[in-house]
């Protein structure tokens, strides 16, 4: 069993900063792929961001140069750090991680996805 908690989401104005937190915990051998996703009302969930357990980085092309996605491996945990925030990223944002656990005698990944925090950028 593995819990994402996420944290970070808030109102804030144009042109603002927040930085959200994802943070892993419960039962896995390992973390790999780490991802964000927007949710909009009426809108299907969306991919914002990924990182590897590398440290490879991608993001959508709606928020390059906004952006930006980051890991600590040590404290099981994903972040991203949005600044010059719009009306339009106002949205949930749902971490997604791929972990590795050990079932039914070998090793394979699952994915889990945290519970959502909200974004408002308005004035």
């Known amino acids: 069993q593995v819990q994402l908690v996420e944290s970070g989401g808030a109102l804030v104005q144009p042109g603002g900063s927040l930085r959200l937190s994802c943070a892993a915990s419960g039962s896995f051998l390992s973390i790999a792929g780490m991802r964000w996703y927007i949710q909009a009302p009426g809108n299907d969930r969306e991919l914002v961001a990924s990182?590897?357990?590398?440290?490879?980085?991608t993001d959508a092309d709606s928020v390059k140069g906004r952006f930006t996605i980051s890991r600590d491996n040590a404290k099981n945990t994903v972040n991203l750090q949005m600044n010059s925030l719009k009306p339009e990223d106002t949205a949930v944002y749902y971490c997604?991680?791929?972990?590795?656990?050990?079932?039914?005698?070998?090793?394979?990944?699952?994915?889990?996805w945290g519970q959502g925090t909200q974004v408002t950028v308005s004035s």
């Open positions: 997604n991680v791929d972990v590795r656990t050990y079932v039914a005698g070998y090793v394979r990944r699952q994915d889990y």
């Open positions: 990182i590897t357990s590398a440290g490879m980085a």
